[in-house]
């Protein structure tokens, strides 16, 4: 199956940076999600894209849904300790919109060095 | 609210075991996920139930069988334990395009 290429894999940044990670694929998603997994438990979603060119911010989270339809990008500002664990992207390929049809990324690990 | 609650959190089997990891959600959604979790590999759907009563292979159904109780429990059985079954295995609930929920995860180790 179809993985989403996610870059970067790891990030190692100080408290108070800001952050930039993104997703890409061959083929073209109507859906794009950005979910956090905290360590030890599941993932949770943060952001949802309907829209190509569709930008939306949750507090100090900004996701976009790329104008190809074929990438989006998170960004944090002003990172916290609590930002840290891995962040998923998830899309869902045009005309599906189904959970069952939703493609995950491979993940980006964030860890704020003190 | 308890969302999403998934037994056993660990579990080490040995080749050739059978074990069966139970998932109960209270949302009272319709849908319901299997999915494991891999190092560089992100999350890959199992099985998935739709609704009461149906179910359906997902990415990487090999290996695995599973039962719809009722409209709360969906469990996933593993007959003959492998050692590539090793993974974080994850339930999750939502409406058909909803927000997914996830329970916190089964670690489970195949010797």
């Known amino acids: 199956g179809q993985q989403l290429n996610q870059s970067p894999q790891s990030m190692f940044i100080q408290e108070g940076e800001d952050v930039s990670m993104n997703c890409t694929s061959s083929?073209?998603?109507?859906?794009w999600l950005w979910y956090k997994q905290d360590p030890g438990e599941g993932p949770v979603l943060l952001i949802a894209?309907?829209?190509?060119?569709e930008l939306t911010s949750n507090g100090r989270l900004t996701a976009q849904f790329g104008i190809t339809r074929k990438d989006s990008f998170l960004n944090i500002s002003a990172s916290i300790p609590s930002d840290v664990g891995i962040y998923f992207c998830a899309g869902q390929r045009a005309p599906n919109f189904g959970n069952e049809k939703l493609t995950f990324g491979t993940g980006t690990r964030l860890t704020i060095i003190p | 609210n308890a969302g999403v609650t998934q037994t056993p959190k660990f579990q080490v089997l040995k080749t050739g075991q059978s074990m069966t990891l139970q998932c109960a959600q209270d949302m009272n959604h319709n849908s319901m996920y299997w999915y494991r979790q891999d190092p560089g590999m992100g999350l890959r759907l199992i099985y998935y139930?739709?609704?009461?009563?149906?179910?359906d292979k997902g990415e990487v159904p090999n290996g695995y069988n599973v039962s719809r109780l009722n409209k709360r429990e969906f469990s996933l059985r593993l007959e003959s334990a492998a050692p590539s079954q090793t993974s974080v295995y994850f339930c999750a609930s939502s409406d058909p395009v909803g927000e997914l929920f996830f329970g916190e995860g089964s670690r489970l180790t195949v010797l």
């Open positions: 139930s739709a609704s009461e009563g149906t179910t």
């Open positions: 083929s073209i998603f109507n859906t």
């Open positions: 894209l309907y829209k190509a060119g």
